[in-house]
């Protein structure tokens, strides 16, 4: 049996708040969008989304575990059929509670709780990550590249490993590794010469 919360409950007895959590949460899923005060809001938020996770699940048993806490079939086929396809690819945090400033006849201070069913965009991979596949590609053409190709290649990879978070950053450090290679090539013909 769940342990019932600490504190004064909504509406009145846990039986009550049981009901009163259960329609607010299938007039959520009917609307999409409902407005609220933020106590109400912030309890539901928990139950919604442990309701939509079964619903992303979509098998018998947990439509029978939905059921039993909103009674109402047609909201379960909502929920199933047009929610859950539509936040299967999101792991979590599919709703969104905003303040809306207080209610005018009691000031009670409101919210608005709503579905998040925008697509998820996926993270670009990490710039290390890309950096360190970067070098492992270029090894196989250096190994084959004459003497003076394979310096400049192996002057321009610690400017992609360097982590160069903007194009100018990144073409600052190809330029300071293009004048380290300049340098160092008028160095080399001296020494070349006194062994002569």
Do not use: C, W
Request: hydrophobic share 40%; net charge negative; glycine share 6%.
């Amino acid at each position: 049996m769940p342990k019932p919360t600490k504190g004064p409950r909504l509406g009145g007895g846990p039986a009550h708040e049981r009901l009163l959590l259960a329609n607010l949460a299938a007039a959520l899923f009917t609307h999409k969008s409902i407005t609220t005060t933020e106590t109400k809001a912030k309890r539901l938020r928990p139950l919604a989304e442990r309701l939509i996770t079964f619903a992303k699940r979509g098998d018998l048993h947990a439509r029978r575990r939905v059921l039993s806490v909103i009674g109402d079939k047609e909201v379960v086929h909502v929920l199933f059929t047009e929610i859950a396809p539509l936040v299967a690819d999101r792991e979590g945090g599919y709703t969104r509670i905003t303040k809306i400033g207080n209610r005018k006849g009691d000031n009670a201070p409101m919210a608005v709780i709503e579905l998040v069913l925008e697509p998820v965009q996926k993270k670009a991979a990490p710039a290390k990550t890309a950096a360190k596949a970067a070098p492992k590609a270029e090894e196989a053409p250096v190994e084959e590249a004459p003497a003076e190709e394979a310096a400049e290649v192996v002057e321009e990879t610690p400017a992609a490993e360097a982590g160069a978070e903007s194009p100018e950053e990144g073409a600052a450090a190809e330029a300071a590794a293009e004048d380290a290679v300049v340098e160092e090539i008028p160095e080399e013909t001296p020494a070349e010469e006194k062994s002569e």
